[in-house]
Structures are given as C-alpha cells and as structure tokens.
C-alpha cells in the first residue's frame, strides 16, 4: 500500500524558513516523479512544485519560484520543500503527492498533508 | 499557463440522479492530458480519471470522463451518498500544471 507522510508543517512568522518533509512507502520511490500541492484554507488545489524521478527535471509555479527549493533523496524514499521568505499567502495545507509516471503528470496518490500558518 | 474553468460551481442532486461537470480549458490540452479527483471534506484528493478518459484504480465503473481539447467531462452515471464531495480537473499538458476551481456536488 502507498503511503505518503507528511511533516514539518507549522506556524511561522513572515519572512520566515521551513522545510516539509514527505516519508514515503510502498512502491519504488525511484521510479516516480513526486510533487507538493498545497490547499488554501476553503479553496481550491494548488501544485507548487514537482521532481522527476532521477531530479534531472524540476518545476514550480510562479508564486513560489525563487522562494520554494524542492529536492529528494532516493535512498532514504523522502521529498523535500525548502520554503524561505515565507509570506501569509503561502498559508495552506501542503500534501505530498505521488506522480503516475516517472515525470511530471497527474497525481495518482496523496498524502493526508501537512499545515503551515505564515503569521506574524 | 492554461486556465481551465469549472461548471457549475454547485451541483444539487439527488441520489440515483446523473452528474454531469465540465472542465473546460483556456487553451488546447495536449494529448487529452486531463485528470479528475475528487475531494471529500477533511480528506486529501483522490484520483479519479486521468487521460481524460481512464478509470483509476478502484474507482467504480459510474465515474467516466470524456472529451478533448478543450473541452471535458465527468460524468456519475448514478449518485452514490459517498459520491457527494468536491471534484477538481487538472491538466498536465502544458507546465505548469494547474487546476480548476472545482465542481461540489450537493444532495439536494
């Protein structure tokens, strides 16, 4: 069974560092691309970044790009964001999600998320 | 970046009734690469429907997704009381990804 765990989510001032983790299980980590998706409170689906399986193709959106830093490490099955000069529209859920392919195309599985608060 | 727009915003139906939610986009989706998931209150996305058209694992055979282009569909033969949630399009045609706004369907 794919499982996929969030962590490192929390409260943080503005201008403020954190970094999520995702410990994930049951498939072959290396064989995936993986990306973050976060959740606004009460609105709709954001992807904010995606790796591909060997991290030779890397994305994000605009609203993070140059702020978010998204990595993995293959033998310890874990993704990473590194998020710097967090503002408060960065509050949401952020999840883990697991790509149906190698690169970047939908979200086959997901984590259950991890909340980060950006408030003063 | 495509802009893909969901309609309507709120579906009210009752069980047993037929859904119909469109998805469409702002621009052609390359290759019919369009997802459908959907969200329950307090849960994370669940991945219904990805090339526009197949069933992901598991889901029951009352969810089917058709369409190209620019224009899609989920369709929910029968309302199930489970099926009553949020559902959000996605394309991943063309980087960035991104997604609708999203479809809740309601008991009436």
């Known amino acids: 069974e794919v499982q996929l765990v969030e962590s490192g989510g929390g409260l943080v001032q503005p201008g403020r560092s954190l970094r999520l983790s995702c410990a994930a299980s049951?498939?072959?980590?290396?064989?995936?691309?993986m990306h973050w998706v976060r959740q606004a409170p009460g609105k709709g689906l954001e992807w904010v970044s995606g790796i591909s399986w060997n991290s030779g193709s890397i994305g994000y959106a605009d609203s993070v790009k140059g702020r978010f830093t998204i990595s993995r490490d293959n033998a310890k099955n874990s993704l990473y964001l590194q998020m710097n000069s967090l503002r408060a529209e960065d509050t949401a859920l952020y999840y883990c999600?697991?790509?149906?392919?190698?690169?970047?195309?939908?979200?086959?599985?997901w984590g259950q998320g991890t909340l980060v608060t950006v408030s003063s | 970046e495509i802009v893909l727009t969901q309609s309507p915003g709120t579906l009210s139906l009752s069980p047993g009734e037929r859904a119909t939610l469109s998805c469409r986009a702002s621009q052609s989706v390359s290759s019919s690469y369009l997802a459908w998931y959907q969200q329950k209150p307090g849960q994370a996305p669940r991945l219904l429907i990805y090339g526009a058209s197949s069933r992901a694992t598991g889901i029951p055979d009352r969810f089917s997704g058709s369409g190209s282009g620019t224009d899609f569909t989920l369709t929910i033969s029968r309302l199930e009381p489970e099926d009553f949630a949020v559902y959000y399009c996605q394309q991943y045609g063309s980087s960035p990804q991104t997604f609708g706004g999203g479809t809740k369907v309601e008991i009436k």
């Open positions: 049951g498939f072959t980590f290396d064989d995936y691309a």
């Open positions: 999600a697991k790509d149906g392919y190698s690169s970047g195309s939908f979200f086959q599985h």
